[in-house]
């Protein structure tokens, strides 16, 4: 169910992206997810406050690791 938890974690008006990508980071470990790069990033993405996740498009990022 951990793989659930990381399609629906968002980011949230609180919270900081710091916070948010440690967080993700964590779910992918405690999941054993074995994605490509780019489904990864598409769901840390999918996550993020509109504001950030339009930045992260503008900016052409493909990886979570290029996007922190």
Same mark, same amino acid.
């Given at each position: 169910?951990?793989?659930?938890?990381?399609?629906?974690?968002?980011?949230?008006?609180?919270?900081?992206? =710091? +916070?948010?990508?440690?967080?993700?980071? *964590?779910?992918?470990?405690? $999941?054993? !997810?074995?994605?490509? =790069? +780019?489904?990864?990033?598409?769901?840390? *993405?999918?996550?993020?406050? $509109?504001? !950030?996740?339009?930045?992260?498009?503008?900016?052409?990022?493909?990886? *979570?690791?290029?996007?922190?």
């Amino acid at each position: 169910m951990v793989y659930l938890d990381i399609l629906h974690w968002t980011q949230g008006m609180s919270m900081l992206i =710091d +916070q948010y990508t440690e967080k993700f980071h *964590v779910l992918i470990v405690k $999941g054993q !997810i074995i994605e490509t =790069d +780019q489904q990864i990033f598409a769901c840390y *993405v999918k996550g993020l406050r $509109g504001e !950030i996740k339009r930045d992260m498009f503008t900016t052409r990022l493909f990886t *979570v690791d290029e996007a922190c």
